[in-house]
């Protein structure tokens, strides 16, 4: 491995997160973000209103495993339910989408979740809706 790439790769004192692939099966790994992606410079800044994370999915209003579109705000359903957000992220080129689940980001065009500091305005938003209170340790 280069030297300097150990984010790029995934490793390099990453944190690991345990996460759910499937909410319909009790199974975790764990899994070791990217610190970086070249996708994270698309994201757009969290709209005014913030982020609803009880919001349904805006094409079949389901509203089990949703996402954030971390481009353009739109909440769709993620692949175990209908696919929208996979959908509308390879369509639309908006590959960074953040989970209402358990507040991961995921690029569809890495194929890979991602922790960066670049991500901590759009998950401090969406916990603050979902829990009620900022995420705890944060600046």
Known sequence: MAEGSSGACGGGGVSTFLLVDNPEVETMHAVIPLEWCKHLESISPVPAAGISTSASCEECKDSHENWVCLHCYKVLCGRFVHEHMLLHGVSQEHYMVLSFSDLSVWC????????????????????????GEDIPNTN
């Open 108 to 131: 569809y065009a890495c194929e890979s979740y991602v922790h960066n500091d670049l991500l901590m305005d759009a998950k401090r938003a969406a916990h603050r809706d979902k829990f």
